[in-house]
């Protein structure tokens, strides 16, 4: 299984969007993931830094610049869906990845009193 990092980057602009009231707080997230045109349609227009920055993870081991290397997406490219925190959250603890799990929970509670 692969091991992760918390990206310290994307909770910083999750926490950003949030406070900026970029966020959605009911979605269905199998609907609004990002799909993998998505993904490529981004990086057509953006640099891998930014697409980076909607993901809370780093996969350890993994080349930069690589889809592969970005784990735990958060929103649409857009905003934060409260069900992208609560699916990282999940994920993170499902596979044991608890300082990603933990950095996911943060955002959370930090939504929910944001948007009251």
């Known amino acids: 299984m692969a091991s992760y990092k918390v990206n310290q980057q994307a909770v910083a602009k999750a926490r950003a969007l949030i406070d900026a009231r970029q966020y959605v707080l009911k979605s269905s997230w199998g609907d609004v993931q990002p799909s993998a045109e998505d ?3 981004f990086l ?43 699916a990282c959250q999940y994920r993170a ?24």
């Open 39 to 41: 993904e490529n349609a």
């Open 44 to 86: 057509e227009r953006h640099s891998w830094e930014e697409y980076g920055q909607w993901y809370l993870a780093l996969t350890d081991g993994a080349s930069d610049d690589t889809k592969g290397r970005y784990a735990f997406v958060y929103g649409d490219f857009r905003r934060v869906h409260r069900m992208g925190l609560i």
């Open 93 to 116: 603890a499902e596979w044991k990845h608890k300082a990603v799990e933990q950095a996911a929970h943060d955002l959370l509670e930090h939504l929910d009193e944001v948007s009251g």
